[in-house]
């Protein structure tokens, strides 16, 4: 059993969440049940969930976006039918993800962290998901686009959302 990390904050939810990993042997098996446990705890998950479940089971951070994204049974606040993740990590920002942030706002009206009116996408950020050399990097569910140009980016997503 490998060593436990410390939790995220004082809340105490997080002990159920460490105790589902603990329970597993802090085995990566054990992905999909701890993060239904941070769903069930906090009824959503968000990136500090992410980085402390990827990071307690080592798993690479972009699987974790992964199935969390593929699983319609998560919620990704604040929880829109589809996810969209910008990364603003270092390597992305350098590579123009700024950009693609801002024209996603104009072309959906919504902010950051918000869902559009309909309820279809959430727009979400996230500071590295993991696949540096790949940036700038979005992902739309568990669907990675890598070297994503502010152009493609909207054009996925505008498919998206008139469907
Ligand atoms: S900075 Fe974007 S994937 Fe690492």
Redesign the pocket.
């Given at each position: 059993m490998k060593a436990t990390l410390a939790l995220p904050s004082d809340d105490k939810r997080w002990r159920m969440v460490n105790a589902t990993m603990r329970r597993h042997g802090y085995s990566s098996s054990a992905l999909i049940e701890a993060l239904h446990t941070v769903q069930q705890a906090f009824g959503y998950l968000d990136e500090t969930a992410l980085q402390y479940v990827a990071k307690s089971l080592r798993v690479p951070l972009?699987r974790v976006y992964g199935v969390a994204t593929f699983y319609n049974h998560f919620m990704m606040k604040p929880g829109g039918t589809h996810t969209c993740v910008v990364?603003?990590?270092?390597?992305?920002?350098i590579k123009g993800?700024p950009q693609i942030l801002e024209t996603l706002e104009k072309r959906l009206a919504i902010r950051k962290g918000q869902t559009t009116p309909d309820g279809k996408l959430s727009l979400m950020v996230?500071?590295?998901?993991?696949?540096?050399w790949?940036?700038?990097?979005v992902m739309l569910d568990d669907d990675v686009q890598a070297e994503a140009t502010p152009a493609q980016a909207a054009t996925k997503i505008q498919e998206w959302v008139s469907k």
């Amino acid at each position: 059993m490998k060593a436990t990390l410390a939790l995220p904050s004082d809340d105490k939810r997080w002990r159920m969440v460490n105790a589902t990993m603990r329970r597993h042997g802090y085995s990566s098996s054990a992905l999909i049940e701890a993060l239904h446990t941070v769903q069930q705890a906090f009824g959503y998950l968000d990136e500090t969930a992410l980085q402390y479940v990827a990071k307690s089971l080592r798993v690479p951070l972009s699987r974790v976006y992964g199935v969390a994204t593929f699983y319609n049974h998560f919620m990704m606040k604040p929880g829109g039918t589809h996810t969209c993740v910008v990364c603003l990590g270092t390597a992305c920002y350098i590579k123009g993800s700024p950009q693609i942030l801002e024209t996603l706002e104009k072309r959906l009206a919504i902010r950051k962290g918000q869902t559009t009116p309909d309820g279809k996408l959430s727009l979400m950020v996230a500071h590295c998901v993991g696949m540096c050399w790949l940036a700038p990097v979005v992902m739309l569910d568990d669907d990675v686009q890598a070297e994503a140009t502010p152009a493609q980016a909207a054009t996925k997503i505008q498919e998206w959302v008139s469907k």
